[in-house]
């Protein structure tokens, strides 16, 4: 299933240039950790705006990873909680790169991980007796597990982590009308602009199985400094802090000069008779390496797209552009409740898939 790629890119292409400033100092982690931290992770500003806005942070300037990639982090308190927050750019390629410097840079300072984003409906049969179940537009699914291979194999939730989900979810309130994004990253609160209402409540789906797929053909994805709460390589509220680093977009860019990229734009997504409540491009790929690090990991995602709504829209990308927002509030809800109910616990009380 195709999924905000082709939009995302060709957001950046006509955005197009590089910042031409000079290039940041790398930073890094000044020294062992006094505290460990929740990796919090999205995928683009969109998604992680709400949850960078709510967190004090240390410094809007990034530490950022070594070159060529230089993944940006944040360090700040969240809900009491010390946190690093990122994101780690569109795409598993991007996710995994991302995910792996974080514990390159942060090494043993990480508590758990997780992913709070966007995502296509689906469906599964885990409704009240067996019965079929459809994800919406603006529900928020907390799946048990991921698949990058279509079902063949899995990274799965920390059942402590699931337990607080669990636990917070009915304390959650969701939107059901439409706010507008903020695309240039004005920082401009969106709520203030009334939108479509959903004839329905949003929920938060729990369990069920999710499958995270590669449009890209194993390439990483370009993001564009300043480009934006789509396009963007940072959270809108530290976008116009944050050093120019135009060696990351030239990075993102190689990628593009494979043909393979783009015809990965129309492929079809790995066969499989599975079925899944949400479908997205990342969370798969960081389960992986939080799995391989033995350090916890849950994931949340709220449907941007692929079910009914009152525009009768023909699906993505028209209903991405115009749902994405109220997506990305539920699940910045979501994880907003789930990090002030967490509890950091040991590594050896990670469940292996």
Same mark, same amino acid.
């Given at each position: ?247 990351? $977009?030239?990075?993102?860019?190689? !990628?593009?000069? #494979? @043909?393979?990229?783009?015809? &990965?734009?129309? *492929? =079809?997504? /790995? ?28 994931? $949340?995602?709220?449907?941007?797209? !692929?079910?009914? #709504? @009152?525009?009768?829209?023909? &699906?993505?990308? *028209? =209903?991405? /552009? ?32």
């Amino acid at each position: 299933m195709l999924r905000r790629i082709a939009l995302v890119v060709a957001t950046v292409m006509l955005l197009g240039g590089v910042p031409a400033t000079a290039l940041a100092t790398a930073g890094g982690w000044p020294g062992p950790c006094a505290q460990r931290r929740l990796l919090i992770l999205s995928a683009y500003p969109a998604e992680m705006g709400g949850i960078m806005r709510a967190t004090k942070l240390d410094s809007v300037e990034p530490i950022r990873s070594a070159p060529p990639q230089d993944k940006e982090f944040w360090t700040g308190t969240l809900e009491g909680k010390r946190v690093i927050e990122a994101l780690t750019g569109i795409g598993p390629v991007d996710a995994t790169q991302t995910t792996n410097a974080a514990f390159t840079l942060f090494k043993n300072c990480i508590s758990g991980v997780v992913f709070s984003g966007v995502a296509g409906a689906g469906s599964d049969h885990l409704g009240p007796g067996g019965t079929a179940r459809q994800s919406r537009i603006g529900d928020v699914t907390v799946p048990d597990r991921w698949s990058t291979d279509g079902g063949k194999t899995w990274s799965t939730v920390d059942p402590a982590l699931f337990e607080t989900a669990v636990d917070v979810a009915p304390t959650v309130k969701l939107q059901n009308t439409t706010p507008v994004g903020d695309r240039a990253c004005a920082c401009v609160d969106p709520g203030t602009v009334p939108g479509l209402t959903f004839p329905y409540q949003p929920i938060v789906l729990l369990h069920g199985d999710a499958s995270t797929t590669d449009p890209f053909n194993g390439h990483a994805a370009p993001c564009l400094q300043h480009g934006g709460d789509l396009a963007g390589c940072e959270p809108c509220p530290v976008a116009l802090g944050t050093s120019p680093d135009p060696g990351r $977009f030239v990075y993102g860019v190689e !990628g593009v000069a #494979d @043909p393979a990229f783009f015809t &990965g734009f129309f *492929s =079809q997504a /790995v066969a499989s008779n599975h079925e899944f409540i949400a479908y997205d491009d990342e969370t798969g790929a960081v389960a992986a390496v939080a799995d391989a690090h033995g350090v916890p990991f849950i994931g $949340f995602r709220a449907i941007s797209d !692929g079910s009914p #709504d @009152p525009l009768m829209l023909p &699906g993505y990308p *028209s =209903q991405f /552009v115009v749902y994405d927002q109220l997506a990305a509030d539920n699940e910045t809800a979501m994880a907003l409740a789930f990090v002030n109910a967490y509890t950091p616990h040991k590594p050896h009380m990670r469940h292996k898939p």
